[in-house]
């Protein structure tokens, strides 16, 4: 039988070699571990410390409750096989989620651990399926949708995928997998599973809320909240592949001043440097790197430098961060991990001593130079093939703890920052997990294609992103593979991407753009590596420039209340760009709402997201009063309009106008 117990506050359960631990995890929330012939670890990759909170246990023969505010746990041992059952409940004794249920003579189980000879377990975590239940969230995947109920998700990352598994739920939970494995997550008709290909133990949270927004709050606050979002991040970012020299960059900066057009960062991309992995400018093309960045900053300008944590075999740092085992090692053949400008290998930012080697290298040769902005790209990391059971970190096996890495490249970085003193630290990161929002992760979603197809993915994944607690994030304006801007299809495509990342939380231009363009070096004049054509405003002519300028001094005039947006975000995590149902969970249509979304509590923006169309529906919530930003017309809530939206147009109502 069985045996229940209270151990420092917490509902324990032994039974056959099997530990179940659920202890109150912040307010109205609940941790649960469960470990098979050993004790349960106290690993931290995610949740934060808990505040002390006293929770109510009641045991009984057979069977145990565990209370924390709204959120009450439910454990029953099943007559025959012992084994137990939790089921998770509100304040209301409603039923939230349960685990899977044994079937009697099928004898399943919900904790299902599956040794791996002689080492660890894969694990699968099964719970009944609900019918009607709408699921929100699991971070940044390429794909139209919003509601994931039905959805099969890989937890890995890859390059324009970040992994973070949290889904909100309209049943009012919230519930996130803390386990950095790679594995899958199947939200099925019959059965909801969560699969670890390998770890040592089961590991989740869950809470309980009225509303999203309270879900939300109660999530980041588990995990962390970003710092205030610093000034120059809240204006338009000019960026492209890539300015390959110094004066280049300087007479982009020059250009955009002489036009009065506000620019806050730009920014300096990959292969500035000698070899890669080297972790500073090349001095053939960048010969006065800190005259540079002042300059720029008596514009009003910010540079942002590109990082990449590759190390490839012929940097002069290679031999050194081999030697000390800074870097990813493959598990046979050759310890190459990418092969993008040569035999490269991925730095271990699992390991604490790689994190302050490769920030010191930065910090001598940019940040002494003024440099306060950071892109930390291929933060996946984007491995060859993506083999992920080939490698192994500092922490373990890529299977086993592969996820973190991009929250442990932003955490390397962030305490390199916050020990120099800067504060509210922002750089820009190509992943995220759980926990990447409190080291200053602004994420963007990856190579995507400059397409109308993946146009309309990125509004459903910068909205998942901010209800998994990450609420910087942003898109490579125009998509960064292709688009001519010459071409007048593209000219229409980036006009109405401008327009939606004008009401993004950070507005910035990048892409690889056509035609490429061959780049020399100027000694010996060996071919390096190219840059993509021109990407200012002034690139895409006569008719668009305007339109663009518009919408850079529009944001301009939004500061104020953007940067009430970003203090919301930092003291209650609250999502920057949010979905219709963060802000009326009370109206229906709006769990339904994929293609227009709430820019903060006062602004619904509908962007214009198919080719030649010059108006659009938009569905105006009940409970509130709507008036068109573009025609002053007023609307009461409750209804669907057509809003006219010519190519310098995107929708746009105020909720509640004075």
């Known amino acids: 039988m069985g045996v229940f117990s209270k151990e420092n506050g917490k509902l324990v359960w032994h039974f056959n070699g099997e530990t179940l631990v659920l202890e109150a995890w912040g307010a109205?929330?609940?941790?649960?571990?469960?470990?098979?012939?050993?004790?349960?670890?106290?690993?931290?990759?995610?949740?934060?410390?808990?505040?002390?909170?006293?929770?109510?246990?009641?045991?009984?023969?057979?069977?145990?409750?565990?209370?924390?505010?709204?959120?009450?746990?439910?454990?029953?041992?099943?007559?025959?096989?012992?084994?137990?059952?939790?089921?998770?409940?509100?304040?209301?004794?409603?039923?939230?989620?349960?685990?899977?249920?044994?079937?009697?003579?099928?004898?399943?189980?919900?904790?299902?651990?599956?040794?791996?000879?002689?080492?660890?377990?894969?694990?699968?975590?099964?719970?009944?399926?609900?019918?009607?239940?709408?699921?929100?969230?699991?971070?940044?995947?390429?794909?139209?949708?919003?509601?994931?109920?039905?959805?099969?998700?890989?937890?890995?990352?890859?390059?324009?995928?970040?992994?973070?598994?949290?889904?909100?739920?309209?049943?009012?939970?919230?519930?996130?997998?803390?386990?950095?494995?790679?594995?899958?997550?199947?939200?099925?008709?019959?059965?909801?599973?969560?699969?670890?290909?390998?770890?040592?133990?089961?590991?989740?949270?869950?809470?309980?809320?009225?509303?999203?927004?309270?879900?939300?709050?109660?999530?980041?606050?588990?995990?962390?909240?970003?710092?205030?979002?610093?000034?120059?991040?809240?204006?338009?970012?000019?960026?492209?592949?890539?300015?390959?020299?110094?004066?280049?960059?300087?007479?982009?900066?020059?250009?955009?001043?002489?036009?009065?057009?506000?620019?806050?960062?730009?920014?300096?991309?990959?292969?500035?440097?000698?070899?890669?992995?080297?972790?500073?400018?090349?001095?053939?093309?960048?010969?006065?790197?800190?005259?540079?960045?002042?300059?720029?900053?008596?514009?009003?300008?910010?540079?942002?430098?590109?990082?990449?944590?590759?190390?490839?075999?012929?940097?002069?740092?290679?031999?050194?961060?081999?030697?000390?085992?800074?870097?990813?090692?493959?598990?046979?053949?050759?310890?190459?991990?990418?092969?993008?400008?040569?035999?490269?290998?991925?730095?271990?930012?699992?390991?604490?001593?790689?994190?302050?080697?490769?920030?010191?290298?930065?910090?001598?040769?940019?940040?002494?130079?003024?440099?306060?902005?950071?892109?930390?790209?291929?933060?996946?990391?984007?491995?060859?093939?993506?083999?992920?059971?080939?490698?192994r970190y500092h922490l373990g096996s890529n299977l086993q703890i592969g996820n973190i890495y991009p929250q442990m490249y932003a955490r390397g970085f962030y305490e390199g920052m916050t020990a120099e003193g800067q504060e509210n630290v922002l750089n820009l990161v190509r992943c995220a997990w759980a926990g990447s929002q409190r080291y200053g992760a602004l994420v963007w979603s990856g190579d995507i294609a400059s397409t109308w197809e993946d146009f309309r993915k990125q509004i459903c994944a910068g909205l998942q992103m901010g209800i998994c607690g990450i609420p910087w994030w942003t898109t490579d304006i125009g998509g960064f593979f292709g688009g001519d801007p010459d071409d007048p299809d593209f000219r229409e495509l980036l006009v109405r991407w401008f327009q939606w990342g004008t009401y993004c939380p950070v507005m910035r231009l990048h892409g690889d753009r056509l035609p490429e363009t061959p780049v020399y070096h100027p000694k010996d004049g060996r071919k390096m590596f190219r840059s993509g054509g021109n990407n200012e405003i002034w690139s895409y002519g006569e008719t668009v420039t305007p339109i663009l300028e518009k919408y850079i001094r529009l944001r301009e005039e939004m500061r104020p209340y953007i940067r009430e947006l970003m203090r919301q975000a930092h003291e209650t995590g609250a999502p920057v760009i949010r979905t219709m149902f963060y802000e009326f969970p009370q109206d229906s249509v709006c769990w339904e709402c994929k293609d227009q979304y709430m820019f903060g509590p006062d602004l619904l923006v509908a962007p214009v997201l198919e080719k030649g169309v010059t108006s659009r529906e938009v569905y105006l919530p009940k409970g509130a009063a709507w008036v068109s930003q573009n025609t002053g017309k007023r609307y009461e809530g409750g209804q669907t309009v057509t809003e006219a939206a010519p190519l310098e147009v995107i929708p746009v109502f105020l909720r509640d106008p004075e």
């Not at 280049?248 to 020059?254: D, K, N």
Request: glycine share 10%; aromatic share 14%.
């Open 28 to 391: 109205n929330s609940l941790r649960v571990r469960a470990v098979r012939m050993g004790d349960v670890l106290d690993t931290s990759f995610a949740l934060l410390p808990p505040e002390k909170t006293d929770a109510e246990i009641i045991l009984e023969d057979g069977k145990a409750v565990i209370r924390n505010g709204r959120l009450e746990a439910r454990i029953e041992q099943y007559p025959w096989s012992r084994e137990c059952h939790i089921g998770f409940y509100n304040q209301h004794g409603e039923l939230l989620l349960e685990e899977a249920k044994e079937g009697g003579a099928l004898a399943r189980k919900a904790r299902k651990f599956r040794p791996m000879i002689g080492g660890d377990y894969q694990l699968t975590a099964s719970f009944e399926a609900q019918e009607g239940e709408k699921l929100y969230g699991m971070g940044q995947y390429q794909q139209e949708l919003l509601d994931v109920a039905g959805c099969t998700f890989e937890l890995a990352q890859r390059n324009s995928q970040a992994s973070v598994p949290f889904v909100l739920s309209n049943r009012g939970y919230g519930f996130f997998w803390h386990n950095p494995a790679v594995g899958r997550a199947s939200f099925n008709r019959n059965l909801t599973q969560w699969t670890a290909e390998s770890t040592k133990q089961l590991d989740y949270w869950i809470t309980a809320g009225d509303t999203p927004a309270e879900i939300v709050t109660a999530y980041t606050g588990a995990t962390g909240r970003p710092p205030m979002m610093p000034e120059y991040g809240m204006g338009f970012w000019q960026c492209k592949l890539r300015y390959w020299c110094q004066e280049q960059i300087l007479e982009v900066a020059r250009e955009y001043k002489r036009r009065n057009i506000p620019v806050n960062v730009i920014v300096c991309d990959f292969f500035h440097w000698p070899h890669l992995g080297d972790y500073r400018f090349d001095p053939d093309f960048f010969p006065d790197p800190k005259g540079m960045v002042e300059e720029l900053k008596s514009m009003g300008m910010e540079l942002m430098v590109s990082i990449w944590p590759q190390i490839g075999h012929d940097s002069e740092n290679y031999v050194e961060m081999r030697d000390h085992g800074y870097l990813i090692r493959t598990e046979g053949g050759l310890d190459v991990t990418m092969q993008v400008g040569g035999d490269s290998t991925y730095y271990d930012a699992t390991n604490p001593g790689a994190r302050r080697y490769v920030w010191e290298k930065c910090r001598k040769n940019y940040y002494e130079n003024g440099i306060r902005i950071f892109w930390l790209d291929e933060a996946e990391p984007e491995l060859t093939g993506y083999d992920f059971e080939h490698f």
